[in-house]
């Protein structure tokens, strides 16, 4: 099940979780999920919780930000990905963020859109499940107390603002259909299909630069397959000079300052117009949409896809039904292209669509990551 080199360790016996929950989230049902499917579980595997439940927005990111964490051996997000998103940013903000991001996280699925629960439920080896299933599957995961590693992905923009991201940085299509359904979040995952059809009425197309390092390039001329560069979690990355201050965040070791033109090793793709860029690290972009199947949660890899303009609305419907069972590259689609890739860098034309990081809306503007 795992690529050699991924160590993995085990919570203590009995273990106490903070479990940062979202009740707004999906449908609403996050709480009454909790108690009914989540906490007797917990209770019969001697996890003790302290149960956060968020009021607003940014308010999970404050608490981890803020908050003495040793009390508990792991941290629970029971919500959608959007919670974890503010989570992981709330660590990374912390002075002690090396020691922080150490903590052992959790995604138990209780939003709309369950990517990271449905990859984390796809790596363990378990059936392609959904709802209340997967929602026990992950926290069966949890009761073994087994974690590991995953990857995460710095994303830098124009405007000065830096954010680490798990799950995937869009533009186009799939980002103006997960942020213009969410106004049908009550209909749970079944918002992203009406989403899917009311985009693909109003098909736009993006125009903007997009330019790539390639996994390829970048292994034959320095690193290892398996050995990424400075990865988050290492806490000896060699520090460029003036960057060593304790506490400061690891370079992007990559990527040159956005208004350079890219290294020479790089990609530019010659299209500049597009449907769709989605970079995604894990394999589930839904419950549904099995985006990435080659993708691991510790591969060092960004999977890039990219949609080029002139693809009919069935074809591109075709795609996204294929998608469900991870067949879509088979399809063969001249439009669609999948390289996977170490960086990336994005320049819109001008800011027109959406941007999105983890779910989560974004300015549009230049980015990299």
């Not at 981890?64 to 998103?85: A, I």
């Not at 990859?119 to 363990?124: F, R, T, V």
């Not at 989403?195 to 390039?217: D, E």
């Not at 449907?275 to 972009?285: E, K």
Request: one cysteine or more.
């Amino acid at each position: 099940l795992s690529p050699p080199g991924d160590s993995y360790g085990v919570l203590p016996r009995p273990c106490h979780a903070l479990v940062l929950l979202n009740p707004q989230s999906g449908s609403g049902r996050a709480l009454d999920d909790f108690q009914a499917v989540v906490q007797p579980m917990l209770a019969e595997a001697d996890i003790a919780t302290t149960v956060f439940i968020t009021e607003r927005p940014h308010h999970a990111h404050e608490k981890v930000r803020d908050e003495d964490l040793s009390q508990w051996d792991t941290l629970v997000v029971m919500s959608g990905d959007g919670l974890l998103f503010e989570v992981v940013n709330g660590l990374m903000e912390r002075p002690d963020w090396r020691e922080a991001m150490k903590k052992p996280l959790c995604i138990l699925p209780g939003g709309s859109g369950n990517a990271l629960a449905a990859s984390i439920n796809y790596y363990a080896g378990y059936d392609h499940v959904a709802k209340k299933k997967l929602l026990t599957n992950c926290t069966f995961i949890l009761c073994k107390g087994l974690y590991t590693q995953m990857d995460l992905v710095s994303l830098s923009t124009a405007s000065g603002k830096r954010f680490f991201s798990f799950l995937g940085f869009g533009w186009g299509f799939i980002s103006d259909v997960d942020i213009d359904s969410e106004k049908y979040r009550w209909l749970g995952s079944a918002r992203f299909t009406l989403g899917t059809l009311q985009c693909l009425a109003k098909l736009r197309v993006y125009q903007g630069r997009l330019s790539y390092l390639p996994v390829a390039t970048e292994q034959s001329s320095s690193a290892a397959p398996r050995d990424p560069p400075a990865p988050v979690t290492n806490g000896h990355i060699p520090q460029p000079a003036g960057t060593d201050a304790p506490g400061s965040l690891p370079p992007d070791s990559l990527l040159v300052p956005l208004g350079q033109p890219v290294p020479a090793n790089w990609t530019v793709v010659p299209e500049e117009e597009f449907v769709l860029v989605y970079a995604i690290y894990q394999s589930h972009l839904g419950t549904n949409l099995l985006m990435a199947p080659a993708a691991r949660l510790h591969d060092g890899c960004i999977h890039l896809f990219y949609m080029k303009a002139g693809i009919s609305r069935v074809t591109l419907l075709k795609l996204f039904l294929a998608m469900s069972r991870g067949t879509h590259l088979d399809l063969n689609c001249p439009h669609l292209s999948y390289v996977p890739v170490r960086a990336f860098r994005l320049e819109p034309r001008v800011a027109a669509g959406i941007m999105t990081v983890d779910g989560e809306a974004l300015a549009c503007e230049p980015v990299q990551g």
